[in-house]
């Protein structure tokens, strides 16, 4: 089968790409501005790439073209293919019928945390031997892809709220028909496309009306949207967590162990039951959650806990979820895909704990659609509150005016319009002990290598005084 893919430079479109190829189909695929690493990605996995939405791309005729949700009416592509019969699909809809039929499917869905936990539950089902297919929105440190067939029946999935094609404005996840969901949190994110939170909660209860009775979802006991979409109806039985043991709902639990406060480490417990101990690399409060859930999961597609905590010890992380970057004269460069003020504010949190009283210098471009559009403007400054400064960048087009939000930051707040000033003034303040969370759900225009050479020449001309 000829499967052509429309808007395939994205990461999820890019890893169905990748689970076409797998399939055994011919992939051809068409985007705007394809370019490193995803372009070379691709073209590794021998898939012919298009630059742009010409209609003629559709010749000769591909036997079923999947499109991403980044399309939009008027695009000549578009319109030919309207015009034209041939099958169309969106990615979620073919992903379903022709890569998850049949599997048991592990979905993660959430405001925050889907790729962290989502890239736990696939490594260990893969430390038990059970060889799972995943489709991640990330780079997983434990896998060589974000996305692979695995071997029956076990399938994780990061499931996605956002909408699915220009044609279907469900929520992407209710395609997937998990057996088992994992519900990490629900917030009001995503603004170009709910209106509000109780929309958003709709869309979640929809997902719970897909899970079979002898399925299990394992959910956040201590967020009360959650607890209001599940009141809205479910079939299915729930298991709770929470990182505190005084949740009520919760069975999955921690409890911290002593002398360690960064969520380093941590005893895993179920009910009364004691399962073991947790020692890995990951810090923060909403990474003991998130390891919670995966164990919960996991234990549900017959993964013995103790196995599971073993395999934590391995996990390797994802790639910018508190990613180092570089460090040059005692000064940490991190990497950070937080875009939201809750993700910010824990983000930092597991930092402060892990350094303790070093200074911790923020940098935030505020880059998604909800951020541009400034609907969390009056909960920004807040979510700082464990940063001792804070630089914000504002391009030209940002939809807002970001003075408010640094205003109220007082002496921490620094605004920037201009990456080179951005890059050269931060450089000036840096000293030996800190600690830089660079945040952005983008490339943030290559501000981690420009600090990072910056301070290097710096150094070398220091010492070369």
Not at 4 to 18: D, N
Not at 22 to 42: E, F, I, K
Not at 117 to 124: E, F, K, N, Q, V
Not at 138 to 166: C, H, K, M, Q, W
């Amino acid at each position: 089968m000829h499967v052509h893919i429309l808007g395939i430079a994205g990461t999820f479109m890019a890893g169905v790409a990748a689970l076409a190829k797998a399939a055994g189909h011919r992939v051809t695929g068409s985007d705007q501005n394809v370019y490193p690493p995803m372009s070379t990605q691709l073209e590794a996995l021998g898939i012919e790439l298009i630059e742009g939405y010409a209609a003629s791309q559709l010749v000769p005729r591909p036997d079923v073209v999947v499109v991403g949700n980044v399309m939009t009416r008027g695009l000549p592509v578009i319109e030919a293919l309207l015009e034209s019969d041939i099958p169309q699909a969106s990615g979620p809809e073919w992903l379903a019928r022709e890569i998850l039929k049949g599997r048991w499917v592990l979905a993660v869905a959430g405001t925050h945390g889907k790729t962290t936990t989502a890239s736990l539950l696939a490594w260990i089902l893969e430390h038990a031997g059970l060889a799972p297919g995943f489709l991640i929105g990330g780079a997983p440190g434990n896998f060589e892809a974000s996305a692979r067939l695995g071997s029956a029946p076990f399938f994780v999935i990061e499931a996605d709220e956002y909408d699915t094609a220009f044609f279907d404005k469900r929520a992407k996840f209710v395609h997937y028909r998990p057996r088992t969901l994992i519900l990490n949190n629900l917030e009001f994110d995503h603004a170009d496309i709910y209106e509000n939170v109780a929309a958003i909660e709709r869309q979640f209860h929809h997902l719970v009306r897909t899970v079979p009775g002898t399925g299990r979802i394992v959910w956040n006991a201590a967020d009360a949207r959650l607890a209001r979409t599940l009141a809205m109806g479910c079939w299915t039985p729930c298991e709770g967590f929470a990182a505190a043991s005084q949740v009520p709902g919760a069975l999955w639990t921690s409890r911290q162990v002593s002398g360690v406060t960064d969520g380093s480490s941590f005893e895993v417990r179920e009910g009364a039951t004691v399962h073991g101990r947790v020692q890995w690399s990951l810090i923060g409060v909403h990474n003991v959650d998130n390891a919670l859930a995966a164990l919960g999961a996991a234990r549900h597609a017959g993964v013995p806990v103790a196995q599971g905590i073993e395999a934590l010890r391995f996990f390797k992380g994802v790639a910018r979820r508190m990613q180092v970057r570089g460090e040059v004269d005692g000064i940490v460069i991190y990497d950070d895909f937080a875009h939201h003020p809750t993700a910010i504010q824990t983000t930092l949190a597991g930092l402060r704990a892990r350094v303790n009283g070093a200074r911790i210098i923020t940098v935030l471009e505020p880059r998604s659609q909800t951020m541009r559009m400034g609907v969390h403007r009056e909960a920004l400054a807040p979510a700082f509150a464990a940063a001792d400064a804070v630089w914000i960048y504002a391009p030209p087009d940002l939809g807002w005016d970001v003075e408010g939000v640094v205003a109220a930051l007082g002496d921490r707040g620094h605004l920037r319009r201009d990456l080179d000033t951005l890059s050269a003034d931060l450089v000036r303040e840096l000293r030996s002990g800190d600690h830089v969370l660079v945040m952005s759900n983008g490339s943030f225009g290559g501000l981690h290598g420009r600090l990072l050479a910056a301070l290097q020449a710096r150094s070398r001309g220091g010492a070369n005084a």
